[in-house]
């Protein structure tokens, strides 16, 4: 008594090769399940009967019997002696047909969540574009990465390191990771860490989660720059914190509004070597009189040195932790942009008091990083080539910046005034012309192109309109054919 399409079905299931090793009349069970899960013979229908279906099936009777006792056993159908095989009425709510209804329901209905995960979810998260296109910001260019170079050292490391490499892995960081990134910061960066300083993670992003819920209360305040990288104020809005926007002029943050702001905060976050998304660098003065304050309140300076590899005019200058002798200072670096994205590994140098509540909090987030990954990015560092690929990458993403910056000088004049910055993977462009930031990004994305507005990297939501632009991860034919797009795009605008 199956429909023509649900004997198909179950013979389908019987026949196909990732099923071979199942005894037949355990097939026959889970192909009737299947039906009745998906809502295909709802409650209260009747099965054939078992000599009817095993002739169907060319099986013998005992089969079908068995499988229909497993259904029965497992409360699927009930069996009457004389009248023969129905499926239950319990399973109407456990149907696939009725679970995606029901997800739906719910899914459109308000979460009941904590307050702390409410602020989570409210804050929006963090998720960057999956296949990057002209002009997203802050992403490198992977298309070129020595991938056959990794893999080598891969396979060495699975040669030498063997079967450990599958275990779990020491929460701080492997030692040579620790050790190679140690060497690199002080070199570098000017910092002063060690290995036993250094706690390695998947990102920034989860360095910043540490420093919220590890340093601060809920209802505690930290001064954030203004304008600000937003990833950071989602970190903070959804721990609770009050953030407190200090102005950022041509020299960085104003340490004096700091120093003076009549409201304490327990810490600073800061991207001091190439503030985001302005792209001014910190000057040592502020540094300093950061460093003063810091000490004088017991506060904390959290220094993300997010992109600072990519420097084109100069030396980058020296990050703020290495200038800080009172060790209020955590120093937060990632391989997100020196390498690839993919990677997820990031790392924070660490006052040595927050080495051992860091490394028990971050087990309790995701246990620790993955070995594998991280003895061979040690390898990398320690084979010179993290240098060398840096040294090259640098030289691409200056020429590019040349590139994006002559072809806006060229085709979009009339409408915005870039920044052209002395750092990084992305470009500040202000808008000069009457078109609003929003519309202006809404008809990027019609015609494939992807901005990032500024106004809303301001506490007010009120800064001077424009937008970011990544020229890093795109080729110089890329990016003229983007530009050329914007430009028409634009025009169209200006029409209107
Ligand atoms: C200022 C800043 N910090 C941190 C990050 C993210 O780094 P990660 O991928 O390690 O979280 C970004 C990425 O855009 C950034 O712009």
Redesign the pocket.
Known sequence: MFRHSQLESVKAWIVRPAHAAMPLHARIQRAIRQLIVDGALGPGKPLPASRALARSLEVSRDTVEAAYAQLHAEGFINRRVGSGSFVAEMTEFASNRHLSQRDTLLRNQAPNLGKRGGAMFRSGGVREMLSPRPFAH?IPETRSFPLQLWERLERQVRKEVGAQTLLHGDPQGTAPLRRAIADYVNLERGARATADRILVLT???QALWLCANMLLDPGDRIFVEDPA?Y?AGKAFDAAGLECVPVQVDRQGIVVDRIITEPRRAKAVFL?PSHQ?PTGVTLTLDRRMALIEWAMRHQAWIIE?D?DSEFHYAGKPTACVQGLDPYDRTIYIG?F?KSLF?GLRI?YVVLPPQLVKPMTVARTLLDGHSAPMAQLTLARFMEGGHFGAHVRTMRGVYAQRLGVLADLLGKHLSDFLEPGIPAGGLQMPCVLTCDIPERTAIDAARRVGIELMGLSALHAAGDGKAGFLMGFAAYTPLEIEVAVKKLGNAFRTLAKL
Request: charged share 5%; aromatic share 22%.
């Open positions: 802050g990102s920034s992003q990288y990833g991207t985001f993300d997010y990632t997100t994205p990031g």
